[in-house]
């Protein structure tokens, strides 16, 4: 428990940049390029899983181009290149700009950090689950207390912690979307009912060995 509780237009002489942060999908993407003599570019497909045709205009200030690519057009993780045509009027030249997609806008972490944080997440599954069991063997027996109750919280706090952090350093959908199905769960399994268990045992726990004792009121 206390191992769980502890631990990313050579001709026209346009300059492409060559490393971008990564982007966060579903969110507006926006990249610039800078050409000495190119007086205009244009955004015209971009490359993913397949092509896609934009055909954007790209916003002059000085030398440097921009565009802005609609959140619309980036609902997909991994990479994606964008290819752009710049002009001077007389000869035309093409380059490209490849951005790796992320759920989070972060860069994707180390195998190590994934394998690492899985197993402590297993363990505190583990933990949850023999939590599950002995919460319901003491509601039966009418005996939760204050400990056993601060335990349940605890854990699921955990769990909304991984997520947080899941969700902030790792970006994986895939983790992401068994963490919300267990906060989920864990709503009622880790909230819910130890708080019906703690009620029953002050109540009717207490009133029954009260009349153990012979003290009926």
Not at 74 to 99: A, L, M, P, R, Y
Not at 102 to 130: C, Q
Not at 144 to 152: H, P, R
Request: net charge negative; hydrophobic share 45%.
């Amino acid at each position: 428990m206390k191992l769980i509780w502890a631990l990313m237009l050579g001709i026209l002489l346009i300059s492409f940049a060559s490393a971008y942060a990564p982007k966060e999908v579903n969110q507006n993407l926006s990249f610039s390029i800078t050409s000495n003599n190119a007086t205009a570019c244009n955004v015209t497909t971009m490359e993913n899983e397949e092509v896609t045709i934009l055909n954007i205009p790209m916003t002059k200030t000085a030398q440097t181009f921009y565009v802005t690519i609609d959140a619309g057009n980036i609902t997909q993780t991994g990479e994606h290149c964008f290819n752009v045509e710049c002009s001077d009027g007389i000869s035309k030249t093409t380059g490209e700009e490849c951005f790796d997609i992320t759920s989070n806008g972060k860069e994707k972490p180390s195998g190590a950090v994934i394998t690492i944080f899985i197993i402590l997440f297993l363990l505190l599954l583990g933990f949850m689950t023999y939590l599950i069991i002995y919460s319901f063997g003491h509601a039966l027996s009418l005996d939760f207390d204050i400990i056993d109750l601060a335990w349940n919280y605890g854990g699921f706090f955990v769990i909304l912690g991984m997520s947080l952090f899941e969700k902030t350093y790792l970006g994986n959908s895939d983790i992401q979307n068994f963490l919300n199905v267990v906060i989920d769960v864990g709503i009622f399994t880790s909230i819910v009912a130890p708080t019906i268990y703690f009620i029953l045992t002050l109540t009717i726990g207490t009133w029954m060995k009260k009349r153990v004792k012979g003290v009926d009121f």
